[in-house]
């Protein structure tokens, strides 16, 4: 049986020229050892094209701050080895993870999206929280 935390918020979502960007976190206590101070949570992002245009995920970047304010920036070429296309009306939805330190973090970022006509933005990645149940008051 897997034990897991979902921490889910309405404001966890941001949109930039039409692509809008939401994030759900879970703690995933089976995969975690508070004692040996390891701290797993997945999240899932969905992606969804609300413009008139076609979109490309091309890379992105994460900044990951855990509770002691360590930051970690982490910088790649498209999500889960994809550059997802999406078509106006269409979404993309993945799931990754991260382990912290501390039992509680933050992640943000951005997705660097180009059109068809090769003009490039930067989508928000809005901030989320990562918590170990009973962390956060």
Request: hydrophobic share 35%; net charge neutral; proline share 6%.
């Amino acid at each position: 049986m897997t034990s897991t935390f979902t921490r889910a918020n309405a404001a966890n979502a941001a949109t930039t020229q039409g692509v809008r960007v939401s994030v759900r976190s879970t703690y995933l206590a089976d995969q975690s050892s508070p004692r040996e101070r390891r701290y797993v949570f997945s999240y899932t992002v969905t992606i969804a094209n609300q413009s008139d245009a076609p979109v490309q995920l091309v890379s992105r970047h994460w900044v990951i701050t855990d509770a002691h304010g360590h930051v970690e920036e982490v910088r790649g070429p498209g999500v889960i080895g994809k550059q997802p296309k999406l078509l106006p009306g269409e979404h993309f939805d993945y799931t990754s993870g991260c382990v912290l330190a501390t039992s509680s973090g933050e992640m943000h970022g951005e997705y660097q999206m180009v059109r068809d006509d090769r003009s490039g933005f930067d989508a928000t990645i809005p901030p989320f929280v990562l918590a170990f149940p009973h962390s956060l008051n």
